[in-house]
């Protein structure tokens, strides 16, 4: 039985996650299943759009292999939210917001009523294919469902003391590429503008009770941003394992590729 990641955060452990897109398939999330010690990971829709049958089979990956997954978007509409809710998918997580109005608007399409406005339907896996009566699935998803924000631009980090008190919301996410881009230091992600805002959101996580996690560049940043309190580190994307197998393969066989 997967454990979730609101369960894991609840206990201030730490969640090991990766990002999957580009190569959204079983086998990619069964290998990081085989290879242990991951509790999950975020599947980038926003630059990779995901197909809702995509999400539908990687959920399903991921909880064959005790996995728990949240769904990375472009906040374009209440309707895409749904969908990776439906799929099977543990939560949500919104790409490239830019003020605490925004976040608030995204937490609404999340959670049914009172909470939010999100639309009702309990012919998806989220509501066991209409196992669940409407009055329970309802305080079931409100309950269980996680919520991610992202704080990578400049709006978002000058509001993150107000997104993190929004209710519903259970963790702020830094993404430092886009963060340095936003901040005029583009690249430089261990510029100390860049951390002033990593601490920002630190600060207000832990003002309001709420965690935070980042793409690390390198392991002394994620050691950092854990000293910070960061409780949700990623650990490389699926993309990135290949092309570092095959470099692998090649310093292996170094010189039969002429190395």
């Not at 009523?113 to 998806?124: D, E, K, L, V, Y």
Request: hydrophobic share 40%; with cysteine; glycine share 12%.
């Amino acid at each position: 039985m997967a454990r979730r990641f609101k369960e894991i955060l609840a206990k201030n452990e730490l969640c090991r996650v990766f990002q999957c897109g580009r190569i959204a398939s079983p086998p990619v999330i069964d290998l990081y299943g085989l290879a242990g010690g991951f509790d999950g990971f975020w599947f980038d829709q926003e630059h990779c759009g995901l197909t809702y049958k995509e999400m539908e089979m990687a959920a399903l990956a991921a909880r064959a292999n005790g996995m728990d997954s949240i769904v990375r978007l472009a906040p374009t509409g209440y309707n895409v939210v749904t969908q990776a809710f439906e799929s099977g998918c543990g939560g949500v997580m919104a790409a490239r917001i830019e003020s605490v109005a925004q976040a608030e608007e995204f937490v609404q399409w999340s959670k049914f009523a009172p909470r939010g406005n999100r639309g009702m339907n309990t012919s998806g896996y989220d509501a066991k294919y209409t196992h669940l009566g409407q009055l329970e699935f309802a305080e079931k998803a409100n309950r269980e469902t996680f919520v991610a924000i992202q704080i990578e631009m400049l709006g978002a980090l000058n509001d993150c003391d107000a997104i993190a008190a929004l209710d519903g919301v259970d963790l702020l996410f830094i993404g430092p590429a886009d963060l340095s881009q936003s901040l005029g230091v583009q690249g430089q992600r261990n510029h100390p503008k860049v951390w002033e805002g990593i601490e920002a959101v630190a600060r207000a996580c832990k003002k309001h009770g709420k965690h935070w996690g980042v793409v690390p560049l390198d392991p002394p940043y994620a050691d950092r941003c854990y000293d910070l309190g960061c409780r949700m580190i990623t650990f490389g994307n699926d993309v990135g394992a290949l092309r570092l197998g095959i470099a692998a393969v090649k310093q292996n066989y170094a010189k039969t590729f002429g190395g």
